[in-house]
């Protein structure tokens, strides 16, 4: 695109009981709704609506609380910075519970019923897959945290989180060289995401490492009973469990593989979908030595991360953490918030068409690039699973471009 991309610096503020720590200054002046070509969308002379649509309730909450705080502590900022195109954003939220047609039954109200500028939303590729041709239909703009399976790039979508490419084969990269994998037992939650990874995981083992699958398994979302799987890694010894586990069921995986002596001193595990979120309800001691693919870590030792961490404290309190997909969705608004600036417009096929090329310098990963694709320029991290809850990152590649259909793994 001709438009030059907006780099936005890192500016830091103290945190106090009315003041939260500012990323980024208003970049632009306010502008008369008639000028912004807002083309039916909620937008007046002073505000601008925009939806958020998680799992608040249900077996995923577990996991996208977190992203509903993310996204709420942006907005905040970016109201005490001025707001958008000098616009106060307004929020309505609500509820997909869990459910896929729930989620697809909201995405609709959002976008028709309530004409919102743009949705922070989903979690797991099956909600996403649900609002997907919503979204399409009525020409609404997604941003969507979570890393996955890639296999997919819509004009109304812009992917915040990894594709395949930058956690999948990175991952299992760093394990075959790092522990000298070859057999491999692949484990997941039963529906698109995992049964897509996993297929891709396979490929990649055995088409590209020269390794062996010695087990494939999935499993209902919100199962609890692992007994007869956790034998199973047991009798077959594989050197790695590759596990893409999701929600609730996280807790009783992880704690009746402890319970069954299945520790790391005994047993390599990589996992695509542990993050400090989840850490919380399954507790550092039951994953201890452990390790997860992520492209972000709440232990990140950088300024932006200081000051994300800082204020998402501030706001949640000391016990909060945050995981990667939580700031995954923290960086959805302040891109938005770029892309509208950068368009001069909240109208969608204005911001889509302005989005390819904005680049963040404050994201608390480090630094990310809207790639025309619609994914993110990022890198990937391996943490290994600390006593606390958190994670001492091991290995950090470099940045790596979104390739969400990667040749030979489709």
């Known amino acids: 695109m001709d438009s030059q991309p907006i780099r936005l610096l890192p500016r830091r503020l103290a945190v106090g009981a009315a003041a939260l720590s500012l990323l980024a200054a208003s970049l632009f002046s306010h502008v008369a709704s008639a000028e912004v070509n807002t083309t039916g969308l909620a937008v007046t002379d002073s505000e601008v609506t925009v939806g958020i649509l998680h799992s608040a309730t249900g077996t995923m909450a577990i996991s996208e609380t977190g992203s509903i705080q993310a ?96 956690q999948i084969l990175a991952g299992l990269d760093w394990v075959a060289k790092e522990k000298g994998a070859k057999t491999f037992y692949l484990l997941g939650s039963d529906y698109i995401w995992p049964r897509t990874s ?49 929600g609730g069921s996280n807790v009783a995986f992880y704690k009746q593989m402890k319970a069954a002596g299945v520790t790391a001193d005994k047993q390599t595990l990589l996992t695509l979908s542990v993050t400090e979120d989840e850490l919380l309800g399954i507790g550092g001691e039951n994953m201890a030595g452990f390790y997860a693919s992520m492209k972000y870590f709440q232990s990140l030792d950088n300024p932006n991360n200081a000051a994300f961490v800082e204020a998402f404290k501030a706001k949640y309190g000391k016990d909060a953490v945050i995981g990667d997909v939580t700031q995954a969705a923290y960086l959805g608004p302040w891109l938005w918030k770029a892309a509208v600036e950068q368009a001069g417009s ?65």
């Not at 083992?205 to 956790?230: D, H, M, R, W």
């Not at 790639?371 to 606390?388: A, C, F, Y």
């Open 198 to 246: 996993m297929k891709i995981a396979r490929k990649h083992i055995e088409n590209v490492l020269g390794g062996k699958v010695v087990g494939e398994e999935y499993y209902p979302l919100g199962n609890t009973q692992f007994g007869s799987l956790i034998n199973k890694i047991k009798l077959r010894k594989p050197d790695v469990v590759f596990a893409a586990v999701v």
């Open 346 to 410: 909240f109208d969608i096929d204005k911001v889509v068409a302005a989005s390819p090329g904005i680049e963040l310098d404050t994201a608390p990963e480090g630094y990310v690039k809207v790639h025309d694709n619609h994914h993110l320029w990022s890198k990937t991290r391996i943490g290994e699973v600390q006593k606390d809850g958190q994670f001492k990152v091991v290995f950090e590649s470099d940045l790596i471009e979104p390739n969400p259909f990667p040749a030979g793994y489709q």
């Open 71 to 166: 996204e709420r502590l942006a907005i905040e900022q970016i109201n005490a910075s001025g707001g958008v195109l000098g616009r106060q954003i307004k929020v309505i939220q609500e509820d997909g519970a869990s459910d896929w047609p729930t989620f697809a039954e909201k995405a609709r109200k959002l976008l028709v019923g309530d004409k919102v500028a743009t949705v922070f939303g989903c979690w797991t590729s099956a909600s996403r897959k649900a609002v997907l041709p919503v979204f399409e239909k009525e020409n609404g703009l997604l941003y969507y945290p979570t890393f996955y399976e890639g296999l997919e790039q819509s004009k109304n979508v812009i992917y915040t989180g990894q594709e395949a490419t930058q």
